[in-house]
């Protein structure tokens, strides 16, 4: 099992930037990939990045292509979400997520993730 515990969350302008941590603890780090997943008020929740095992690979939803980078660092064991030019509908409660197993369900599936954290609300301020 893994121990997942999101920060940076918070009030944050329309358009400004914002970092959000994930820090693991429990198995090797560098093992396995993690994944960002954000649930808003009333509505389902929804795949936003994912990173490999080692970093090399990254998958984003088309809603935050381009606006949101998913990053990790090994040494640290955290995985981190950039976001730039947030918008109101960013509002959301975001989770980092642990892929385990590395099942065969796509990084966009909640069903790939094993562990979960409790969740960092993020709200624009506007």
């Known amino acids: 099992q893994v121990q997942l515990v999101e920060s940076g969350g918070g009030l944050v302008q329309a358009g400004g930037p914002l970092r959000l941590s994930c820090a693991a603890s429990g198995r090797t780090f560098s093992s396995y990939a993690m994944g960002w997943f954000r649930q808003a008020p009333g509505k389902e929740r929804e795949f936003v990045a994912a990173i490999s095992y080692s970093g090399g690979s990254t998958y984003y939803a088309d809603s935050v292509k381009g606006r949101f980078t998913i990053s990790r660092d090994n040494t640290k064991n955290t995985v981190y979400l950039q976001k730039n030019s947030l918008k109101p509908e960013d509002t959301a409660v975001y989770y980092c997520?642990?892929?385990?197993?590395?099942?065969?369900?796509?990084?966009?599936?909640?069903?790939?993730?094993?562990?979960w954290g409790r969740g960092n609300q993020v709200t624009d301020s506007t």
């Open positions: 997520a642990a892929d385990l197993r590395s099942s065969s369900y796509s990084y966009s599936k909640n069903q790939r993730y094993d562990n």
